[in-house]
């Protein structure tokens, strides 16, 4: 019978699909169970588009991929068509293949390809139901595509429950939600199904079926007085032969639908099945046995005794001999004594899904692994090893729930730091970093002089340094970390050696980190994860010129392994980074890819910072900081992130300065350097003392500022940080009596500034202000030509301004700022046009931005009116004049 009262989601679902070929997107359909999503599914009409359909099932849940498998299943043979790394990291992930460990984010790339591949030749039709059951890994590539399909000619409808949690929730994506049917349409639909029911029985259905299509029609259908659908279908379970109850009860503990399996795991005949197929129980193909509902999966398994459960996970076991990892994990669920031999191969089962890029089944393989572990010290170290994986598939619930168990056990004093440890992984060190650094320190020298294991301990120090940076403890800690460190048997130029003195004493082992540094950029061979490192420690030791080129060359290959949190992290020290040295193009493109990549991951410190970056590009541009400047700070303050005040407060500070506000800019630099204040961070307050000199000069406050020197200069003797430089030798310029200032402002042009030119323009900026004010306006005005030129050429319109004003009152007419003919774009189509203005083709567009060829395409035949010019050609003679 036709769906009642759903012609309006029916309409909505049905415009979605009838404009494909002008714009793709995705759908959600949720709701409670039984309220007719599988039904609204079931009515898409699409003759003209290829369609591809996945059903999520509650045992594969743990299977990597297994839903994405089933979905791309007839697309196989194309995979040929990606390149190699998208198509390897995809063939191992559907399991077509061995490899390497697929990282989530690559494949996902891979699949968004793959898809608009095929969809050039027929738009395509994507149907996923009962999505909350399909494994994680597949739920969170699904969620990554349908965020990227707007400008492919690819819809995607995927209907999942209320009351099961879906990596999809937080995809943002546009959503149905069916509602009950009225009375009338209830009464109507009871009618349809059974009109002989008496009046009474009649009432008790619609009463407590509260308007659910599927309890209409089961309770119906079902032995009343039933309450539930689950007591319906346990009624219909019950009523059946013994042959037929042991097929079901085998088919829903089973994770796939195999007809084979089930029956040969029961040792009966097809027949055995007719009777649950007349009950409405289920449906039976050439290959498969499919339950009507997910619920009457549910409702077999509550209303069968453990007794029977445990018999069917065994029959299973038997029968899946060819399937390993299949076959360990159903005699795992059928045992209920400790049985170390089955927990030594869960774990084995463990590490192959590990290396699949499966971590949640990793994780479930190896807590049950734990609970069936008879020796308490093989329990408490498999949750310890489960708690890892947890870490790794970012699941800080699971975590939580790992380390409650671990923690209930005997552990030594090293398994106690672990415990400690794991869950502040997730924030970089968060609030609870603060406690732990004694601890992770025991944990290190623990692992180097009980275990021998110098370099896992050198990697806990290392994380151990990152709180440094977003927490700063106090000088004892930082100690304890540095001597720590020391002891072991590391070459100081390793990078993480390198990387822990950065973070943790950015100065007083200044020089030793500078040569690191230096030295690793000779190296021959490259790896972007120690370039990733290296990047954060120059930034940490002002060398921002390094910081900005380490990210650089970290980036195109954790981008081509699909290292999504990596790839965010060094795109925000690149902002950081190149924004200080007036690199605002780079800045502005490193920020935005970051803030698209933020809803893709979920590090809690790295929204906040990337919205100060750009709230400080904003200031530096003469635009309006507010909006992004508050927004980091809500997120700074709730996470104790001191860098992201501190780069708040520069922005602030930048805008102050720009609108003339030179008090507003002092309150704001200073609270950089209060100690009280959350602002405050070790190194970052010395990077903006230009900013401050500058504020302190306009308001009169040069005496405050005058305090901070002697501190400044301490730390510039043992250290030659290039921005910890560059702010004394401006301070002590602006800060001279008149017979000394300019023989301090030529030391500090003639400093090596070439990659840092907004300093080398601020120093020209204040040098030619004080020659005017010393009447010299012959001298002034080349230094303030200078300066204009510098900062029109970066787009910090503010002080470029600032310059003319100077020049005119030398009595020399600024030349005018020149339009900006891009200023139509939108910060997308911006990038976008850079990239391809450098001779970048679609394909290397896409895997820069994380979207497909067609929608970088779609993107320049939108840009290319604005800009007035129909080729690459003129787009490459457009963007070199913004340059």
């Known amino acids: 019978m036709p769906l009642l009262e759903r012609e309006t989601e029916r309409a909505r679902i049905a415009e979605l699909v009838d404009g494909i070929r002008d714009r793709g997107g995705a759908l959600l359909v949720r709701g409670e169970a039984g309220i007719g999503k599988s039904a609204l599914l079931a009515t898409i009409e699409a003759p003209d588009l290829r369609t591809l359909t996945a059903?999520?099932?509650?045992?594969?849940?743990?299977?990597?991929?297994?839903?994405?498998?089933?979905?791309l299943f007839p697309l196989r043979d194309e995979i040929h068509g990606l390149a190699s790394t998208q198509r390897e990291a995809l063939r191992t992930a559907l399991g077509l293949a061995d490899g390497p460990r697929p990282e989530i984010y690559l494949v996902g790339m891979a699949v968004l390809n793959l898809l608009a591949q095929a969809a050039s030749a027929r738009p395509l039709l994507l149907v996923v139901d009962d999505l909350q059951w399909l494994d994680l890994n597949s739920q969170e590539v699904l969620a990554f595509v349908a965020r990227r399909l707007e400008s492919e000619p690819i819809v995607l409808v995927a209907a999942f429950r209320d009351d099961e949690p879906s990596r999809m929730d937080t995809a943002g994506l546009p959503t149905l939600r069916p509602g009950p049917l009225s009375p009338g349409g209830a009464a109507t639909l009871v009618d349809a199904v059974a009109p002989n029911l008496s009046l009474a029985d009649r009432a008790r259905v619609l009463a407590a079926a509260g308007g659910n299509p599927l309890a209409l029609r089961e309770l119906c259908h079902g032995e009343l007085p039933a309450t539930s659908l689950e007591h319906s279908f346990g009624a219909r379970l019950h009523a059946l032969p013994h042959d037929t109850r042991k097929c079901l009860v085998i088919a829903a503990v089973n994770d796939t639908n195999v007809l084979a399996e089930t029956l040969n795991a029961a040792?009966?005949?097809?027949?055995?099945?007719?009777?649950?197929?007349?009950?409405?129980?289920?449906?039976?193909?050439?290959?498969?046995?499919?339950?009507?509902?997910p619920l009457i999966r549910s409702a077999i398994i509550k209303h069968t005794d453990p007794c029977e459960r445990h018999a069917a996970q065994r029959a299973l076991a038997e029968v899946l001999g060819h399937e390993r990892d299949r076959q360990i994990w159903h005699r795992a669920a059928a045992t209920t004594e400790p049985d170390d031999v089955i927990a030594a191969e869960l774990e084995e089962s463990a590490d192959r899904?590990?290396?699949?890029g499966g971590n949640e089944l990793a994780v479930s393989c190896l807590e049950r692994a734990a609970q069936l572990s008879a020796c308490p010290d093989q329990r408490a170290f498999r949750f310890l090893r489960a708690a890892g994986f947890a870490v790794e598939a970012y699941r800080p619930d699971l975590v939580d729930k790992l380390l409650a168990e671990a923690s209930s056990l005997d552990l030594d004093q090293r398994q106690r730091a672990l415990v400690t440890w794991m869950p502040t992984t997730f924030d970089e060190g968060g609030h609870g970093g603060r406690i732990a650094i004694g601890e992770l320190v025991d944990l290190a020298t623990g692992l180097y002089v009980e275990d021998g294991r110098p370099g896992a301990a050198l990697w806990v120090l290392w994380s151990t340094a990152t709180r440094c940076f977003w927490l700063d403890p106090d000088p004892h800690e930082r100690r304890r970390i540095i001597e720590a460190a020391d002891r072991l048997p590391i070459d100081p130029c390793d990078p993480r050696v390198v990387a822990i003195n950065a973070h943790v004493v950015p100065f007083e082992r200044g020089e030793s980190v500078l040569t690191g540094l230096h030295g690793q950029t000779h190296r021959m061979r490259r790896d972007s994860l120690v370039d990733r490192f290296l990047a954060d420690a120059a930034l940490h030791a002002g060398a921002f010129d390094l910081s900005a080129r380490f990210a650089g060359a970290a980036l195109p290959a954790l981008r081509a392994r699909g290292c999504l949190p990596f790839v965010v992290s060094a795109l925000c020290t690149q902002a950081w980074s190149c924004a200080r040295l007036g690199d605002l193009v780079t800045a502005q493109r490193a920020a935005d890819e970051a803030s698209r990549l933020i809803e893709d991951n979920t590090v809690s410190f790295v929204p906040g910072l990337v919205l100060a970056v750009q709230a400080e590009i904003a200031a530096l541009q003469g635009n309006s900081c507010d909006e992004l400047a508050c927004a980091a700070e809500r997120i700074g303050l709730t996470a104790g992130a001191r860098p992201v005040l501190a780069t708040v407060q520069l922005a602030r500070g930048i805008a102050a300065l720009g609108e003339h506000r030179y008090t507003d800019a002092f309150l704001h630099l200073m609270r950089?350097?209060?100690?009280?204040?959350?602002?405050?961070?070790m190194a970052l307050r010395w990077y903006a003392m230009a900013e401050l000199v500058e504020a302190a000069a306009h308001c009169d406050e040069l005496g405050t500022v005058e305090k901070l020197l002697p501190e400044l200069e301490m730390h510039a003797a043992t250290s030659p940080s290039p921005a910890l430089h560059i702010g004394l030798r401006y301070a002590r310029a602006v800060m001279a009596p008149d017979h000394e200032a300019e023989k301090l402002y030529r030391a500090a042009l003639d400093a090596d500034l070439c990659a840092w030119p907004l300093e080398r323009g601020r120093v020209q900026l204040a040098y030619g202000e004080w020659l005017r004010r010393q009447r010299r306006i012959a001298d002034s005005r080349p230094q303030l030509r200078a300066a204009r030129e510098t900062f029109d050429a970066l787009g910090v319109t503010r002080w470029a301004e600032r310059a003319r004003r100077e020049l005119r009152a030398t009595g020399e007419s600024g030349a005018a700022q020149p339009s900006d003919c891009v200023a139509d774009l939108t910060p997308q189509e911006l990038t976008i046009a850079r990239l391809a203005g450098q001779g970048l083709t679609n394909r290397e567009i896409g895997a820069h931005l994380r979207l497909s060829h067609r929608t970088v395409g779609t993107h320049l035949h939108r840009l290319f009116p604005k800009l007035g010019i129909t080729s690459r050609g003129e787009l490459r003679d457009v963007m070199r004049q913004m340059t």
């Open 267 to 293: 040792k009966a005949e097809l027949a055995a099945l007719s009777p649950a197929v007349a009950a409405g129980l289920i449906i039976v193909t050439t290959n498969t046995v499919e339950f009507r509902h």
């Open 55 to 71: 059903t999520g099932v509650e045992a594969e849940h743990h299977l990597p991929y297994s839903g994405l498998h089933q979905l």
């Open 353 to 356: 899904a590990w290396r699949r």
């Open 672 to 681: 950089l350097h209060d100690p009280s204040d959350p602002c405050h961070q």
